[in-house]
């Protein structure tokens, strides 16, 4: 029996296949969406006590690895353009080395002026120090006269007047070298700060200039430092501790710490000390469950040389709780 189209009615037979077929599509969609529940090993262990402290009260915290120094921000004294850069990210460095050069040129320029005032100057000096050493010889001269009317007293008034004109001119001469040196001192000065140098022995662990770029030292609270460096052999690592854990940390007892995403890497860490000052909470861990309205006692360690550990890099650690405090729990 052949099926006419023409008598077919859309609401009563197509209308009803069209929804089976959207049933059945939507159920195959559901099916191959569902998310996969099968149970796997997380590809990053989380951070977990071994050891004595496994089965041992404790403290755990989130830290950030610094240098022995802290990170020590270099800037500028004077702006201008960067000349010359000497360093680079991973240089070892040591005190009073050169870090970078700012343009100079104008306070060299400067010191030539100074040092040709200073020649001047005493090229002046010695011309009014001889001028009045004659006028004086000759005023001794013509007082050691027996006879007072063999000289003028004109004449000796005009050499009493070029002795007292040659020691002014002496006074002004001297008074010009000594601002002249003043000026010479001041720009060499200025010259020295234009040479940027490392305060202290370190590692260079970043560098955010180039040469022929700009210098400022009136940069924003958000700029850059141009040089950041540190002492990293040893390196420090800063531990968070939550106010409300600080009664119960053991202060001087080792810390276990391991880097972020590494649990499997324990190393023992020295205790240093304890900064006495309670601050707000800035270093995050982006965890979900984290709190950052709180304040924190932050307590430094010292771990030995290795690879795991970079500056800036996150770490966790398990600190040993005070024994009056585990009695307590």
């Known amino acids: 029996m052949a099926i006419s189209l023409r008598n077919m009615s859309f609401s009563r037979q197509l209308l ?16 191959g969406e ?10 990053v262990q989380p951070p977990k006590a071994t050891g004595d402290l496994a089965n041992a009260p404790r403290v755990a915290g989130a830290g950030l690895v610094e240098p022995a120094s802290e990170i020590i921000d270099i800037g500028a004294a004077l702006s201008g353009l960067v000349t010359d850069l000497r360093v680079a990210p991973g240089d070892t460095v040591g005190k009073g080395d050169v870090l970078f050069m700012v343009d100079d040129r104008a306070a060299r320029a400067a010191l030539a002026e100074a040092n040709a005032a200073i020649a001047e100057a005493r090229a002046a000096i010695a011309e009014a120090s001889a001028a009045q050493t004659t006028a004086r010889q000759q005023l001794d001269l013509y007082r050691k006269l027996d006879d007072p009317a063999a000289v003028s007293r004109a004449e000796v008034i005009r050499v009493e007047g070029e002795e007292t004109a040659a020691t002014s001119r002496l006074g002004l001469a001297r008074a010009r070298l000594a601002a002249a040196e003043a000026r010479a001192a001041s720009t060499r000065t200025e010259i020295e700060r234009l040479t940027v140098r490392a305060p202290i022995a370190g590692e260079i662990l970043a560098v955010n200039i180039r040469p022929g770029e700009f210098v400022s030292t009136q940069g924003g609270g958000n700029a850059a430092p141009f040089i950041q460096m540190g002492t990293t052999n040893p390196l420090h690592i800063r531990i968070d501790i939550d106010e409300s854990e600080v009664a119960r940390v053991k202060l001087g007892a080792d810390a276990t710490v391991s880097p972020r995403g590494a649990a499997d890497i324990r190393v023992k860490a020295k205790f240093v000390r304890a900064e006495p000052l309670v601050v707000p909470k800035r270093s995050l861990t982006n965890s979900a469950a984290e709190r950052v309205d709180v304040r924190v006692m932050q307590v430094i360690y010292a771990v030995p040389p290795s690879e795991a550990f970079k500056v800036g890099q996150q770490v966790d650690a ?6 009056t ?3 307590g729990n």
């Open 16 to 31: 009803p296949i069209f929804a089976v077929v959207g049933v059945i599509g939507a159920g195959f969609y559901i099916v």
């Open 34 to 43: 569902l998310p996969d529940r099968a149970i796997a090993q997380p590809r």
């Open 318 to 323: 398990f600190i040993p709780a005070r024994a």
């Open 325 to 327: 405090a585990a009695k």
